[in-house]
């Protein structure tokens, strides 16, 4: 389906055409330097916009409008009922604009239009509304000391002002899932959305103000991870880091953030694995398994990427696979049938490619895809790609591809199984299949991931706690856990 065929919506359009700034004090401005960068459209190879290119200086006024907002108290000393209605606010207005939403990011990232309308534009207003709850509720303690005569008490105090840092794989969700605790807790935000997907961010903020949000409370820099990322991270008034992307960039984040003792919380990447028992549902696993690791073309952290079948239902369970990769609507990401769309940028295409060939050159055997699927269109369109007879030590069994690529292996019994799976540096999710409560309780117990799914693969709530084991990071987004992320404990004695 050619871009010609897929209309934009006229939001869009308009939206498009705007000169994309920062968005600082409520303000829209361009960079100090003039500067402008890309955004390609990953469908189309073709370039959608540009964006402002931001440097050092665009994040110093960034930074500085978002303590000026947190020390005035604009924000943190808002009646907290006030600020959940203002964050519940938001979520109306991208309610009643989900389409818009949906698009821009499927225009600017490649996911599917299903997708992003029905699954992670709902989960990030429905975040919004979680977090909006949290806003009257961060609530402190009594302590009975024995120390004395004393009353003791503890509040928890907003961090301060937060810098966050995220990617490009779900671009609205991602900002949403870090403005919400960071909101709700009274802190101020510089949003750094990745440099192929800044869209969604920019027009998130538009809207943040639309509805009522203070200057100096929501802002956002855009431009490359090596200046306005890095700039952010080196500023001495940010407090607070909270970085989503690879494993790689976050231990230098840590390592920069740890001369100023800024806080971190680190959600990195995953080499998940999938257990298929020999008692599973066979038609649900896989069909699980292959949602497990094609959501999103590959490009999610949690995808499960590495999948260890029984080897009673081995040939069985790569058959069914086969059919499924092949069968997978690849296609224009805004054509509502398509299942799968193209891979964000260039430079993923080629990563991904290099992963196909060095898992041919260390003697893996391809079942399905295994190339560019340019008959889906002139973008960056790799099919959907399985191999099997993967050993462990092999390249795809252990580095994350975070592409349409998986690895499927067979496994003897239970132990094994647990000691190999848990043979990463990784820990963020794993998957595993069965039908016997006793094994499902078992592997959940021995897994070491943040998150275990049982005859399931991404569910995600806004309630339930979300983060990473070893170097999957730490910290845990969502969920009453993530307030923590956000506030400092204050213990407070009074002498009776
Ligand atoms: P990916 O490899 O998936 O693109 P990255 O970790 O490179 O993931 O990027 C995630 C986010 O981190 C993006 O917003 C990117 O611009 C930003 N980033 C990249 N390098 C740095 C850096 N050195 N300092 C701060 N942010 C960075
Ligand atoms: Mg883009």
Redesign the pocket.
Known sequence: MSETTVSLMPEIQEFLAQTHGHFIDNAVVPSRSGAVMDDVNPATREVLTTVARGGAEDVDLAVKAAKRAFEAGAWANMPPNQRGILLWRLADLIEQRIDIAAQLDSLDMGMPIRQSRYGTTPMAIDHLRYMAGWATKVEGRTIPVSAGSFFNYTVREPVGVVAA????NFPLLMAIWKLGAALATGCTVVL????QSPLSALMLAQWAREVGFPAGVINVVTG???EA??A??AHPDVDKVAFT??TE?GK??MKTAADRMARVSMELGGKSPNIICADANIKRAVSGSMLGIFMNQGEVCSAGSRIYVARAIYDQVLEAMETYAKTLRVGHPLDHRTQMGPVVSDEQYQRVMHYIEVAHREGASLIAGGGAMSEAGPGYFIQPTVFAGVEDQMTIAQEEI?GPVVAVMPFDDLDEVVSRANQSIYGLAAGVWTENVRTAHYLAQRLKAGTVWVNAYHVYDAAAPWGGFKQSGFGREMGSYALDLYTEVKDVWIGL
Request: aromatic letters at 14%.
């Open positions: 840092i995220i990617p490009w750094k959305p990745a440099e490359y991870g090596s990322g890095a952010l991270v992307g690879s960039v230098s984040i975070f």
